[in-house]
């Protein structure tokens, strides 16, 4: 008897509230879709129960981090694996001898040379897994909610405690072109093209009022329950969708410092445009500056390091409150290690080490709920370090042709966290 009851309670309660968890009006205003609720950065906020009426929203701040830090995965090194010098004794152009074809992911500190032409293509594969350690898979959140009467009269105020999958892939295309303007300086520009998908599903499981007394919480409806003799269905939402389109276009300067008969040094500043549609995970939304120098060592193995920082202005899906509001994209402070070797004569493998701290980011945490005891997701802000290798090679079938393979590794659950991430990629030097 207490049981049905309990169940009528709920059905009321469950019932009388729309599936939204919802205080951002970007997405959702009054209960109705917005123009922007069909963008992918609205799947989200729209998508949990039951309305947010005070405090923040745990699934629009989940999010702003994914949002924000989806973008900012690195593409592939514009360097050419064949460089030129030109000859003292001949003076002519010839391929500069370099004993490796240069790292895959990073970079090293030659140049092209005047008047040649670099193209490649390129594909990357990135599938998300967790959030600061949370599994993407099972997020568990609460929200307050308010227990009101068949008239509509709000009799008391309780808590939903859900829970959430998120699934999010990125096919990621890149075309790429460096000219080298003088012997030691050259221009680069990298066209990355996306295809996003992204789906979810939330799930109410547990629900608590305090007039409910001893009873404590109790479980959402089940599909093998009743009231009065009639089935309920769960309280289940799932949504998903899929964005295609350009990324934020990067242009490259880079120009050598030192070029002795085995060490050389460059300086770089990329510098990312806002084309991709934030809205739809295709961009940042905001520009970005990211100077650096590269070092390497000509020979058979050939090691390289980079240095540099990854300045962000400010975007409208890196907000703590949800997309459209304005917030501050992540800076970050990189430093890369890695090497290169030429195993036979057409093939280089390469390996590196990437190193990032990245400041003031959007970070998700876990919290209990002290009345109800539900745990449940927050957002904050705070820097961390992050951890990446990069294994791959280069082939070179014939003439200045290079075919490319790289796998790239995440070590640890510090932000954003992706799968192992493979990239094919084909280029040609003119």
Not at 5 to 27: D, E, K, R, S, Y
Not at 209 to 219: A, I, V
Not at 234 to 249: A, H, L, P
Request: aromatic fraction near 10%; proline fraction near 7%.
């Amino acid at each position: 008897m207490i049981r049905n009851t309990w169940l009528g309670i709920c059905l009321l309660v469950l019932g009388c509230l729309p599936l939204c968890a919802q205080t951002n009006t970007f997405c959702q205003a009054n209960g109705q879709a917005t123009a922007h609720a069909k963008n992918l950065v609205c799947l989200l906020p729209n998508l949990g129960f039951p309305p947010v009426t005070s405090g923040q929203d745990p699934i629009a701040g989940l999010d702003a981090a994914i949002a924000s830090q989806a973008g900012l995965f690195p593409l592939a090194s514009p360097a050419s694996g064949i460089v030129y010098t030109t000859d003292p004794a001949l003076q002519i152009t010839a391929p500069s001898g370099t004993d490796s074809f240069g790292p895959v992911m990073f970079e090293r500190g030659e140049t092209l040379h005047h008047g040649k032409m670099f193209l490649a293509f390129t594909y990357q594969n990135f599938q998300f897994s967790n959030m600061d350690g949370m599994n993407l898979k099972s997020i568990p959140a609460y929200f307050p909610a308010p227990l009101t009467n068949p008239s509509g009269q709000v009799i008391d105020y309780g808590f939903v405690e859900t829970s959430t999958r998120i699934d999010l892939k990125i096919n990621q295309f890149a075309v790429y072109a460096t000219y080298g303007i003088t012997d030691r300086i050259d221009v680069s520009v990298a066209v990355p093209f996306l295809d996003v998908k992204l789906g979810a599903n939330s799930s109410c499981e547990n629900v608590y009022f305090p007039s409910t007394g001893p009873l404590g919480p109790q479980p959402c409806f089940t599909t093998n329950q009743t009231v009065n003799g009639k089935p309920v269905t769960v309280q289940y939402r799932s949504s998903s969708s899929e964005s295609t389109g350009i990324g934020d276009v990067v242009l490259r300067a880079k120009a050598g410092l030192w070029q002795g008969e085995h060490l050389r040094v460059a300086a770089a500043v990329d510098v990312r445009l806002k084309t991709g549609n934030e809205l739809n995970f295709l961009g940042t939304g905001a520009i970005g500056v990211r100077p650096f120098v590269a070092a390497s060592w000509r020979g058979r193995v050939a090691p390289h390091a980079d240095f540099g920082f990854q300045w962000n202005g400010n975007s409208d899906i890196a907000s703590i409150n949800g997309p459209g509001v304005t917030g501050k994209l992540p800076n970050n402070l990189f430093y890369v290690a890695g090497a290169d070797a030429r195993v036979v004569k057409r093939l280089t493998l390469s390996a590196d080490y990437l190193g990032e701290h990245v400041f003031s980011v959007l970070r998700e945490g876990l919290q209990t709920e002290p009345s109800s005891g539900f745990s449940g997701i927050y957002t904050g802000s705070g820097s961390f370090n992050t951890n990446y290798i990069t294994v791959g090679g280069k082939v070179n079938p014939v003439g200045n042709l290079l075919l490319t393979a790289n796998v790239f590794f995440n070590l640890d659950n510090n932000g954003l966290h992706n799968k192992p991430a493979p990239m094919v990629g084909i280029s040609y030097t003119f």
